[in-house]
T-cell receptor, first 114, second 110 residues
Framework: KAGVTQTPRYLIKTRGQQVTLSCSPISGHRSVSWYQQTPGQGLQFLFEYFSETQRNKGNFPGRFSGRQFSNSRSEMNVSTLELGDSALYLC?????????????FGSGTRLTVV | AQRVTQPEKLLSVFKGAPVELKCNYSYSGSPELFWYVQYSRQRLQLLLRHISRESIKGFTADLNKGETSFHLKKPFAQEEDSAMYYCALIKGGSQGNLIFGKGTKLSVKP
């Protein structure tokens, strides 16, 4: 079966712009989480969606937002981009939220802000 | 606060040598612990989880609640084990996000 698909793979944006990233989970998975990966901070949790509802949010500014559609596909949006937003953004899906679910990760979207 | 600590940024061993990647955590409840691995140019993938008590690719990890540790071990390292290894915990309940350590880069030399 298809894995977690993230689009686009690479993005270059200018400071002040906004960007939307997309994630299609594994078929049947209803939980989608987003993580930011940087060399300095490692993997940091952004937010999690389950059945179109945000269940949990990490410690990121309000410029970072997301949503989930009825087919479980998810998007995250970053407004007013800053240089520090340059990172690999990973999406992960699982059957359920909370314990017991191993997460399957996508290949990520590499965002570069110039 | 919940935290996962991987004290070694880089661990270098020779092929055939034993490997132990350390992971310590702080969490007041009963977490679920995982090891994820990221091979070069590949996506992050689940290696093993403590509730399964399984051995994957020769790796094992035992949860020690007294020492709040979840070290990853392999008796004989192979060159193909070279990768980034991340220890992670999940809080469970309605807040099910993974909390990752900073990762340890394992380099297995021939």
């Amino acid at each position: 079966k298809a894995g977690v698909t993230q689009t686009p793979r690479y993005l270059i944006k200018t400071r002040g712009q906004q960007v939307t990233l997309s994630c299609s989970p594994i078929s049947g998975h209803r939980s989608v989480s987003w993580y930011q990966q940087t060399p300095g901070q490692g993997l940091q949790f952004l937010f999690e969606y389950f059945s179109e509802t945000q269940r949990n949010k990490g410690n990121f500014p309000g410029r970072f937002s997301g949503r989930q559609f009825s087919n479980s596909r998810s998007e995250m949006n970053v407004s007013t981009l800053e240089l520090g937003d340059s990172a690999l953004y990973l999406c992960a899906s699982s059957l359920a939220t909370g314990t017991g679910g191993g997460y399957t990760f996508g290949s990520g979207t590499r965002l570069t802000v110039v | 606060a919940q935290r996962v600590t991987q004290p070694e940024k880089l661990l270098s061993v020779f092929k055939g040598a034993p490997v132990e990647l350390k992971c310590n955590y702080s969490y007041s409840g009963s977490p679920e612990l995982f090891w994820y691995v990221q091979y070069s140019r590949q996506r992050l993938q689940l290696l093993l989880r403590h509730i399964s008590r399984e051995s994957i690719k020769g790796f094992t990890a035992d949860l020690n609640k007294g020492e709040t540790s979840f070290h990853l071990k392999k008796p004989f390292a192979q060159e193909e084990d070279s990768a980034m290894y991340y220890c992670a915990l999940i809080k469970g309940g309605s807040q099910g996000n993974l909390i990752f350590g900073k990762g340890t880069k394992l380099s297995v030399k021939p």
